[in-house]
């Protein structure tokens, strides 16, 4: 059998055409679930301002002369829903809605008799639990965005990723305010 | 505000004395991941190399039954309506072909090499396709069931959203789920004895998770987060499409030892048709057969206690008919055996140990991958060291036990099903009662176990202080329980047993049962329920130092004790004085495996002549 040189590079481009659309794909994806994982975040920040009216309800009745406390839950759940689509402001918002529920959670420990009932500690368990959620949610879109930038920006398929429409992700960082938290603390 | 940078990375801590540790013996959880992922690639290739060398036997004693099947299928439809010459020449080439392959193999004929691969070809081929069209059957059957029988064998049930532990656990998973970028996966609670979880499942879309009601107290949240976050990074990882595979392929044998077996017992033979109304049945329909059909395959490739025992058992009585009968099947037979002991050497030496280390490789990614959904080694770290100290049995769950978290089989602590333990319990306090101060009491339940049959030998023997002390549990006994205290013999009945009386020792034996199954002794076979781990000589679970190695090198805080490096030695030595021993022994197998495959192709082929030629003589007349 003959083997001619237009067959040999005919079959190098149509391997290099299969690559391409492997790499086009596997980007795609990629980039779909960078977009799922932001959208993520959102659901369970939304999911944590449904849950806020139940979660005060459920402890004011023990802590009624403690109003402040919840006063500044409900005016940061406010203002974080206000904020809408304006990224920058809704981010600083739940950051101090954050802080807000972390305080409350503070002055429930300072009630042993509250500790102990069965009902807080259900609520503490979901306040916990939907933190570690929007903190997981963050977590996976940082790991997902990782993900696509290496892949997209790495040799050789930096050479047509944007060419292609690919361009690299931002990663999510934690907001101003709440870094200097932790820098107070240490 | 004064950072130290020093206090914030660790970097410059001083190192604790003793440390094993260097800088660049740390691993980040994502090199760990890619590490593993190669290692799964390359074990993936041994493991496929390691089913080839498996087939092969197995192929060259199947394709002669295969061959006798058609022959005899052919030969039966030949006498109603005669078959063309055209199919009876092509029948004598493949035999012609066969025959010079098989010849060649045994006595060095040279042949053109055209024809040996034909023949080759000839004699492998079809066994090779029915095994793996048994494989894909097998694998169809099972994802069609799905995961509801598993579920029923373990009495699962779902969290209570309303108490504080089972909020806690599904709420962890969703965390984990989100951490993982996966849909939730549906959380199961078993309340068995032992604390483990496993996630099961044939696809991540009907993954369940199922725990055990036991870890969830056992546990603290971290260790939870820990522990879930390996299941749920499990599922991410594709593990449970790994894991389906492989039993299949088990599965798979089993079913050819049913089918070969079938002829001889009617066992096997149930167990036959049970799969094909499984397989039959619509979807869903009946996942509680599926398990038990599953849990029969496993089970069916152990050799002894088979049906084909009892059919050549000399001491049943046959007739006439039947003993022609065993005549007529005797080549069978060695096929049989051929089949059985090849599955039993290959898989339990070769399949099996590849496959073994395959789903060890895949159970470290897991690892790697929990910490990487926590970024928090010390959670996963603490939590199997926890798990590993207790006994992880979950009653039921035998048959996927490469699917937990920790190994279910390994004992910690004896573990008794909760009916059981009740019970032993109330005995344990009768005891405990009837005791009263005069001596010291036994610490744990293997102990009174162990001090009561003493003092019940002892009444037997007619020691008077052991009479009274089981006349004392008696009483204890009934105030809590009365129908176990009517079980217990009376001092009259002890008396008559030394005279002889038959009736006394009846109920002594009686009682005997019925502590027997109480000891903490039954549970040991309990615990020998058939796995898929049965049929490797290789355990599907790392050890926990292994694990527990590799977490540390992601940044866990364990204190392991050093590693004895004298038994290692010592080890060693054993080893290379036994080694050339436990190759001969390898090789005295592989030589019976051959002479077997041989005989049962002889025997096959003179059995498919003699066949053909009787269906050729009714045919004449």
Known sequence: MHISPQMIGLVIAAVLLLWVISVFNALVAMRNRVQNAWAQIDVQLKRRHDLIPNLVEAVRGYLAHERSVFDSVTQARAQAIAAGANLEQRMAAETILSGALGKLMAVVENYPQLRASENVQMLQEQLTSTENRIAYARQCYNDEVMKYNTTQSTFPRNLFASLLGFSSATMFTAADPERANVMAKI | ?621
């Open chain 2, 1 to 621: 505000m004064s950072v130290s940078s020093s206090s914030v990375s660790g970097f410059d801590a001083p190192l604790p004395a003793g440390q094993r540790f260097l800088p660049r013996d740390r691993e980040s959880f994502f090199d760990a991941q890619a590490r593993n992922r190669r290692t799964t690639w390359r074990l993936s290739a041994l493991c496929v190399i390691a089913a080839v060398i498996m087939g092969i036997p197995l192929a060259l004693v199947v394709t002669p039954l295969l061959y006798g099947v058609a022959l005899i299928v052919a030969d039966t439809i030949n006498l109603f309506s005669p078959l063309s010459p055209a199919f009876w020449r092509l029948a004598n080439e493949i035999a012609r072909f066969g025959i010079v392959a098989f010849e060649s193999l045994l006595q060095h004929k040279a042949a053109d090499p055209r024809t040996l691969v034909l023949g080759t070809a000839v004699l492998l081929l079809p066994g090779a396709a029915f095994s793996v069209l048994l494989w894909l059957g097998i694998n169809a059957v099972f994802r069609r069931a799905g995961v509801g029988g598993a579920l029923l064998a373990l009495k699962a049930r779902e969290p209570n959203q309303g108490e504080l532990k089972e909020l806690q656990l599904a709420d962890v998973v969703e965390e984990m789920a989100i951490a993982a970028g996966l849909p939730a996966p549906r959380v199961m609670l078993v309340d068995a004895p032992g604390a483990n979880a496993a996630v099961i499942g044939t696809s991540p879309e009907d993954a369940r998770i199922v725990v055990s009601r036991r870890l969830i107290d056992d546990l603290n949240r971290d260790e939870l987060e820990g522990v879930l976050a390996r299941l749920i990074a499990s599922i991410g990882n594709g593990d449970l499409r790994i894991a389906f595979r492989v039993t299949a392929i088990f599965e798979a044998c089993g079913l050819l030892v049913a089918i070969i077996n079938s002829p001889f017992g009617p066992q096997s033979r149930r167990t036959l048709w049970r799969i094909v109304r499984c397989g039959l049945s619509g979807s869903g329909n009946n996942p509680q057969e599926a398990a038990a059909v599953a849990d029969l395959l496993t089970r069916s490739v152990t050799l002894e206690s088979d049906d084909i025992d009892r059919f050549f058992d000399p001491t049943t009585k046959r007739s006439k008919l039947r003993s022609r009968r065993n005549f007529l099947f005797f080549p069978i037979f060695f096929t049989n055996f051929a089949v059985k002991l090849s599955l039993w050497f290959f898989s339990g030496l070769v399949l099996g140990p590849s496959v073994a280390l395959l789903w060890r490789t895949r159970q470290y990614l897991a690892d790697a991958s929990a910490v990487q959904l926590t970024r928090n080694p010390d959670g996963l770290s603490s939590a199997l060291q926890r798990l590993n100290q207790d006994s992880g049995e979950v009653p039921g769950g035998g048959w996927a036990s490469h699917l937990f978290v920790v190994d279910p089989k390994h004992s910690g602590r004896m573990a008794l099903d909760p009916a059981t333990a009740q019970q032993f319990r109330v005995l344990a306090q009768a005891w405990d009662v009837s005791a009263g101060g005069t001596s010291q009491p036994a610490q744990d339940d293997a102990a009174k176990y162990k001090e009561a049959s003493a003092v019940f030998r002892a009444a037997v023997m007619g020691d008077t202080g052991a009479v009274a002390r089981i006349h004392a549990f008696t009483q204890a006994l009934s105030v809590t329980n009365p129908d176990l205290a009517a079980k217990i013999p009376s001092p009259a009945d002890l008396a008559a047993l030394r005279t002889g009386d038959p009736a006394a020792l009846v109920r002594l034996r009686a009682l005997g049962t019925v502590f027997g199954q109480q000891s903490p002794r039954r549970t040991k076979t309990q615990e020998q329920s058939p796995d898929a781990s049965s049929w490797s000589v290789l355990g599907f679970h790392p050890s926990l130092k292994r694990r527990l190695k590799r977490l540390e090198r992601m940044g866990a805080h364990i204190k392991l004790e050093a590693s004895d490096s004298k038994t290692w030695i010592v080890g060693l030595v054993f080893g290379l004085i036994f080694s050339p021993f436990f190759l001969l022994i390898l090789a005295l197998f592989l030589l019976l495996i051959s002479i077997m495959v041989v005989t049962s192709m002889t025997f096959l082929v003179i059995w498919l002549a003699f066949i053909h030629q009787a269906f050729a003589l009714i045919a004449h007349h």
